[in-house]
Every structure is written in C-alpha cells, then in structure tokens.
C-alpha cells in the first residue's frame, strides 16, 4: 500500500449558497483546487470526492416542469451531477498542475440494501431552502417529503447506509498507475438482486459516509473532510463555545454533535480513524495543513 494515499472530501454545500449557481459552483471548485493543489506535489496520490446535494435538488425542480412520468430520478440527477461537478475540478486542476498528472472523473456506484430503514424515513436535505408555506405547497404539488432546516425548510430525501463500492478494482487500477481521481463522495445508489445483478434505487448517499467507506476499501492513510470551519467546537454557536483540534477514537464517538452540522463528518472520520488512518476536519484551505497534523481536529484511532 502507498503510505501517501489520502482520500479528500470537499462537501460544496457547507459553503455555497443554498441555491447553487454555476458561477458559485465554479468560484468554489477554483478554492478547492487552490487548495489541493498543494497536497499532491507533497508526494501524496489523491482522490478527491464532493458532495452534490444542491445540484441534485436543482436539478429536480427543473424535472418538476415535467409531468411526473418523465422526470427522471434521484439516481439518474446524481450521475448527472457526477459529471457535471466532475468536469469542473478536472479542468481547473489541469490547468493547475499544467498537466504533469493524469486526472480521471469517475461517477461511483455505491450499494445500499433495499431493508434501510431511510427509505421509509426520509432525511437527507437536497435543493434550495423555502419558507414554511413555499416548502408545504411544493411538497403538495410534487408529493415531495420537507423538513426544518435551521429557520427555513427544504426537501428531504431517502439517505441509506453505504454498504460498498462495485467500482473499486477500477479506482485501485488508475491509483496504481498514479491517476488522480475524482468522484463523488456520495456516489450513485444502487441496489444487487439475487441473481447479483445491479439495479437503479432512488435515493441520495451522504458524501461524508460514502467518502470514510471509499478511504478504508482503498486502504488510504488519511482522510480529510473539508468544509470551512476551521475545526469541531463543542457548543457550536454559543457562548461557550469550545474549539477541538485533537479527539481520541472514543471521544469522537461520545461527542454530540447535530446531524446537520458536523455530525455527519465526525461520525465518518470516526468510522475511517477505526481502521487505523488519520481523520481531519477543517478548512479547505488548511487541507495540506490538516494532513500534516499542524490544523483542523484530527481524529486517531
């Protein structure tokens, strides 16, 4: 195994705005490359992976114009996002590294097992935020699931546990032959009949948990999961707030933190620091700071 192999999580919609434009997309995807841009002349090979659920919600407003029949589906939109987001950062890191490494886009199909209980309780946020009414009369014309989130509201789809990555062997072929790769921390959700057969479910995968399950089937030595806090703070956005920078693997686990904050990340750094690796959270500017154990709150096994 490369002992330099990092695996870097870059979620868009801790940063954007809630409605995503495509100039917000590219002013943001140009930071992350900024940023990461850094960590591969270090000596370190990398896979960058990137969350998509303003994409993906955009998108399905614009298949709401449609009759329901010929709106395509959840899964459909996040490989339609997959390319879309893709795109954009292969280009800008090109260009970045003027083309001394070879780059691939790959979109990730990602198992899930039909028995989650998410698809009867649909959690996941995805698209822009509305008001209370705006949110109840598009939940009613679309047959839509909504929920609070902060003091707005938004749709609210099924997110399933990640189970595994089909598509490994070819992402541990191209790491082989030193390809940076880049594919979406949530990936597209699929389903394996009994015949082993794959098939298509709709639904949307968390890209911080898809992204720990990616680094340990890899075998990465690190994962970085990038936003722009500059760390984990008990009792965020009180007065006695307290920033964290270093966590054992149990206190990780003991420390509370909201599912729609920086629970997510800390439950998958969590998962990832149990196999052994070192998990980072932090600012994407500070990723190869991060790496190196000199920012952002790392999380050891």
């Known amino acids: 195994m490369d002992n330099n192999k990092q695996a870097s999580s870059k979620p868009e919609e801790d940063l954007a705005s809630r409605f995503p434009t495509a100039y917000t997309i590219l002013f943001l995807l140009i930071a992350l490359v900024a940023a990461l841009t850094w ?3 270090a000596g370190h090979q990398l896979v960058i992976t990137h969350g998509k659920g303003p994409q993906v919600g955009l998108l399905a407003l614009k298949g709401a114009a449609y009759k329901p029949e010929e709106a395509y589906p959840l899964d459909v939109l996040g490989a339609e996002t997959d390319s879309m ?3 954009i950062i292969e280009q800008e890191l090109e260009n970045a590294l003027d083309h001394h490494r070879p780059l691939a886009t790959l979109f990730t199909q990602v198992l899930v097992d039909k028995n989650d209980p998410a698809f009867s309780n649909p959690r996941k946020f995805v698209g822009p935020t509305y008001d209370k009414a705006e949110a109840e009369s598009k939940a009613t014309a679309a047959g839509w699931h909504i929920a609070q989130d902060g003091d707005k509201w938004r749709r609210v789809v099924p997110s399933p546990q990640p189970l595994e ?3 490994l062997r070819v992402l541990k072929l191209l790491l082989a032959q030193g390809v940076v790769i880049i594919c979406a921390g949530g990936g597209v959700p699929i389903l394996r009949r009994e015949d082993g057969s794959l098939m ?4 949307v995968i968390d890209k911080d948990a898809a992204s720990a399950l990616l680094a340990r089937q890899l075998g990465a030595d690190a994962l970085l999961l990038l936003t722009d806090e500059a760390a984990i703070y008990r009792d965020f956005d009180k ?5 964290i920078l270093s966590l054992t ?5 003991n420390l509370n ?3 729609c ?6 439950t998958a750094a969590s998962d990832f620091a149990s196999s052994g690796g070192l998990s980072g959270i932090g600012r994407l500017e500070d990723a190869l700071a991060i790496l190196e154990r000199r920012a952002g709150a790392c999380v050891t096994g």
């Open 39 to 41: 960590i591969i002349p």
């Open 85 to 87: 987001i893709g795109y």
């Open 165 to 167: 990555i089909p598509d």
């Open 200 to 203: 298509d479910v709709e639904a």
């Open 239 to 243: 007065d006695t707030a307290a920033l």
């Open 249 to 253: 693997l149990d206190e990780a686990r």
């Open 257 to 259: 933190l909201s599912a």
């Open 261 to 266: 904050s920086m629970g997510p990340k800390l």
